[in-house]
């Protein structure tokens, strides 16, 4: 099992800057790949970016390069989301999830651990 705990959300203005962080704990060893994904009201979940433990591989949706940077510090089995320049339209809820891909896939189906969740609100 591995265990992931989200922060860092809350509600920021447009234009604004938050960090989101993603602990891991448990058996972190069988999943090499850590993806965010978000979840607005009434639509469907949706990969933002994703990143491997062992090679620091990344991969971000399109829609949101250049705004949003992911990382991760092995040493504190941390991940890490940058999100800058928000938009009303970045509401949603956060989460951080776990796969045994080896490459960080966008698929939401492919990671089979899941953190609760963080709220991000960006007012206009």
């Known amino acids: 099992q591995v265990q992931l705990v989200e922060s860092g959300g809350g509600l920021v203005q447009a234009g604004g800057s938050l960090r989101l962080s993603c602990a891991a704990s448990?058996?972190?060893?069988?999943?090499?790949?850590m993806g965010w994904f978000r979840q607005a009201p009434g639509k469907e979940r949706e990969f933002v970016a994703g990143?491997?433990?062992?090679?620091?591989?990344?991969n971000t949706a399109d829609f949101l390069k250049g705004r949003i940077t992911i990382s991760r510090d092995r040493a504190k089995n941390t991940v890490y989301l940058q999100m800058n320049a928000l938009k009303p339209e970045d509401t949603a809820v956060y989460y951080c999830?776990?796969?045994?891909?080896?490459?960080?896939?966008?698929?939401?189906?492919?990671?089979?651990?899941w953190g609760q969740g963080t709220q991000v609100t960006v007012s206009s």
């Open positions: 999830a776990a796969a045994s891909a080896s490459y960080p896939t966008p698929v939401v189906g492919m990671y089979n651990y």
């Open positions: 990143i491997t433990w062992s090679g620091g591989t990344t």
């Open positions: 448990g058996r972190t060893a069988i999943s090499d790949t």
